[in-house]
Structure formats: structure tokens, C-alpha cells
Nanobody, 126 residues
Framework: QEKLVESGGGVVQTGGSLRLSCTAS????????MGWFRQAPGKGREFVAA????????TYGDSVKGRFTIYRNGPENTVYLQMNNLKPEDTAVYYC???????????????????WGEGTQVTVSS
């Protein structure tokens, strides 16, 4: 059973930074394409960023380009989301997602993927 565990959410003031992390564990694959979505109160789910299994490919949602960076560190199945210059409109529950190593296009296009984390709350105060 694949499992995604997120951490790093919290409360920050406008202009501040946070880093989220998500670790995938399981026996299905040795590596995963991974990414992030978010959902604000009363709104639909929004694509934030995606990373290929190697980290060489990355894609960002328009609202976070230039402020957020998705990256991986080494062979572990952990992906990070560095969020800088945070704005109140970034307030949301952030969900990590993952799928097989060749599913990067599914993640970046917002298509259904196999695995989801439980989410971590990010609150940006004005």
C-alpha cells in the first residue's frame, strides 16, 4: 500500500516563506512522479506544481510561478515545495500526489493520479 506523508504547513505572514515536504513509501515503485495541489475554502482543487521522478522536469501553476519551487533531494522519494513571498490567497490545504515514474504528464496536466496525501494546512495572514 503506497502512502504519502506531508509535513511543513503552518501559519506565516504575508511575504514570508514555508517549505512543505512529502515522502512516498511503498513497494510498488522505486521512484514516483510527484506533485502538489491545493484547495482553498469554498474553491476547487488547484494545480500547484509537479516533478518528474528524477526532478529534471518541473511544472508550475500560473499563480505560483516565480514564487514556488518544487525539488527533490537525492534518491529518496521525497519532494519539497519551497514557497516564498507568500500571499493571503495562497491560504489552502496543500495535498501531495504521486504516481508511477512515467506519469509526470498526468500530474502536470491535472489528470487523475493514483496516490494522495491527507493534506497540510498553510495559512498566510495579512
Amino acid at each position: 500500500q503506497e502512502k504519502l506523508v506531508e509535513s511543513g504547513g503552518g501559519v506565516v505572514q504575508t511575504g514570508g516563506s514555508l517549505r512543505l515536504s512529502c515522502t512516498a513509501s511503498g513497494r510498488m515503485y522505486s521512484s514516483y512522479a510527484m506533485g502538489w495541489f491545493r484547495q482553498a475554502p469554498g474553491k476547487g482543487r488547484e494545480f500547484v506544481a509537479a516533478s518528474s521522478w528524477s526532478g529534471a522536469g518541473t511544472t508550475y501553476g500560473d499563480s505560483v510561478k516565480g514564487r514556488f519551487t518544487i525539488y527533490r533531494n537525492g534518491p529518496e522519494n521525497t519532494v519539497y515545495l519551497q514557497m516564498n513571498n507568500l500571499k493571503p490567497e495562497d491560504t489552502a490545504v496543500y495535498y501531495c500526489n504521486a504516481d508511477r515514474p512515467d506519469a509526470y504528464d498526468k500530474l502536470r496536466l491535472g489528470l487523475p493520479v493514483a496516490y494522495w496525501g491527507e493534506g497540510t494546512q498553510v495559512t498566510v495572514s495579512s
